[in-house]
C-alpha cells in the first residue's frame, strides 16, 4: 500500500526567507508525485507534477520541487517566500492503474510573517 | 477553463436523515471522485468512478454510496447521516492522458449532521 507522510504540521517563516517543505512518500513502483496548496476557506489548487524525467519540477506562484529517488522524497521549495503564500500545502502520490487514485499526505500549514 | 461544481456549498441535515451532494464537472474527464477533508486527516477518498455507469469504492466507503448517472454528474449519498459524518467534502475530476493530467477540485461542501 501507497502512503504520503509530511512530517512537518506547522512551518512558521520570515517573509524572505526560504521554505521547503518535506514530504516522503512509500511506493513499490515508481511514483507519480504532487503538490497542491489549499487557501484559506478555498478548494486545493494544482502546484506541480512530478511524472518522469527532469527530477526538479517547477510549477505556478513560483514554487519547485525535487523528487530524490534515493530517499523517497518531493520537497517543495520557493525563494523568496511571501507573506500571501500562506496556506495550507499537501503531498501526493498516485497509485497505479488506470483509476488515478491520488493519496494525500496530512498537509502542511505554512505561515509566512511580513 | 477546466471546472467543478458542486451543490450545495453548505448543508445542515438531521441525523438517520438521507443526504445527497452532487458535483458536474464540463471538464470532460472520464474519472470523478469524493474525497472528505478532515483535521488531522488531510483528504481521504470515498467514492470515485471511472466513467457513467461504474462507481467503485475508495479507501473509507462505509456510510456512503455514489451514483455516476452521466460524464458530467457524479453524486454523494448518505443514506443515513450520522455526526461523524460532518465534514468538508470535495469532489474533483481527472484523467491519466498523455500528461497524465491532474485533478481539478470543485469548491467544496460543508455539512454538518446534528
Known amino acids: 500500500a501507497q502512503s504520503v507522510d509530511q512530517p512537518d504540521a506547522h512551518v512558521t517563516l520570515s517573509e524572505g526567507a526560504s521554505l521547503e517543505l518535506r514530504c516522503s512518500y512509500s511506493?513499490?513502483?515508481?511514483?507519480?508525485l504532487f503538490w497542491y496548496v489549499q487557501y484559506p476557506g478555498q478548494s486545493l489548487q494544482f502546484l506541480l507534477k512530478y511524472i518522469t524525467g527532469d527530477t526538479v519540477v517547477k510549477g505556478t506562484k513560483g514554487f519547485e520541487a525535487e523528487f530524490r529517488k534515493s530517499n523517497s522524497s518531493f520537497n517543495l521549495k520557493k525563494s523568496p517566500a511571501h507573506w500571501s503564500d500562506s496556506a495550507k500545502y499537501f503531498c501526493a502520490l498516485v497509485s497505479g492503474g488506470s483509476n488515478y487514485k491520488l493519496t494525500f499526505g496530512k498537509g502542511t500549514l505554512l505561515t509566512v510573517t511580513p | 477553463e477546466a471546472a467543478v461544481t458542486q451543490s450545495p456549498r453548505n448543508k445542515v441535515a438531521v441525523t438517520g436523515g438521507k443526504v445527497t451532494l452532487s458535483c458536474n464537472q464540463t471538464n470532460n474527464h472520464n474519472n470523478m471522485y469524493w474525497y472528505r477533508q478532515d483535521t488531522g486527516h488531510g483528504l481521504r477518498l470515498i467514492h470515485y468512478s471511472y466513467g457513467a455507469g461504474s462507481t467503485e469504492k475508495g479507501d473509507i466507503p462505509d456510510g456512503y454510496k455514489a451514483s455516476r448517472p452521466s460524464q458530467e454528474n457524479f453524486s454523494l449519498i448518505l443514506e443515513l447521516a450520522t455526526p461523524s459524518q460532518t465534514s468538508v467534502y470535495f469532489c474533483?475530476?481527472?484523467?491519466?492522458?498523455?500528461?497524465?493530467?491532474?485533478?481539478?477540485f470543485g469548491p467544496g461542501t460543508r455539512l454538518t449532521v446534528l
Open positions: 511506493y513499490s513502483a515508481a511514483p507519480y
Open positions: 474533483a475530476s481527472g484523467d491519466l492522458g498523455g500528461r497524465f493530467v491532474e485533478q481539478y
